[in-house]
T-cell receptor, first 114, second 113 residues
């Protein structure tokens, strides 16, 4: 069965600094997607960034970028120029292209210090 | 505005009662999903539906039931058989089951005492 592991329950970053959140996953499939979702205190799940496994190029969305290491099954999220509004729970998630069901890690709580 | 609505935001029930959580979407999506979130946990899949009148169990379906009579609606019933029903419930939808992006509703916090 596929699993997603986030080894950092909590992280902290100074405003305007850069922080990296870690995620590893386990799968025997070759065609899948990886996601980072943000859950602020409102508890609304917001898609931050997605990566398709067949693409070698790392995905980037403004201040958010990923480091996708397929062989190592690693998918980290880098947040640059951190802002107070980035404070939230961040979840790493996996889904197979043919399945659609998301498998989530347990999350990392990110605090941003002014 | 297109989106997913879940109502109510907070729900309280006595133990032994069934309760139904609402989920409606106007995105014209085929696939819909129900997830449960507990403190310190990621989301876990309860049920999903690919098309109207069809649905499948997810990882933690015991004590729950669903229906999909209309494309836009996917209500979840938490039955008295669910041993630990107090949780945060999130509904999501995607264009197709194989679509890579799921859109989430705002969630319902269910408390059973």
């Amino acid at each position: 069965a596929q699993t997603v592991t986030q080894s950092q329950p909590e992280m902290s970053v100074q405003e305007a600094e850069t922080v990296t959140l870690s995620c590893t996953y386990d799968t025997s499939e070759s065609d899948y997607y990886l996601f980072w979702y943000k859950q602020p205190p409102s508890r609304q799940m917001i898609l931050v960034i997605r990566q398709e496994a067949y693409k070698q190029q790392n995905a980037t969305e403004n201040r958010f970028s990923v480091n996708f290491q397929k062989a190592a099954k690693s998918f980290s999220l880098k947040i640059s120029d951190s802002q107070l509004g980035d404070a939230a729970m961040y979840f790493c998630a996996y889904s197979e292209r043919s399945q659609g069901n998301l498998i989530f890690g347990k999350g990392t709580k990110l605090s941003v210090k002014p | 505005d297109g989106g997913i609505t879940q109502s109510p935001k907070y729900l309280f029930r006595k133990e032994g009662q069934n309760v139904t959580l609402s989920c409606e979407q106007n995105l014209n999506h085929d696939a819909m999903y129900w997830y449960r979130q507990d403190p310190g946990q990621g989301l876990r899949l309860i049920y999903y539906s690919q098309i109207v009148n069809d649905f499948q169990k997810g990882d933690i379906a015991e004590g729950y039931s669903v229906s999909r009579e209309k494309k836009e609606s996917f209500p979840l019933t938490v039955t008295s058989a669910q041993k630990n029903p107090t949780a945060f419930y999130l509904c999501a939808s995607s264009q197709q089951r194989s679509s890579y992006e799921q859109y989430f509703g705002p969630g319902t916090r269910l408390t059973v005492t």
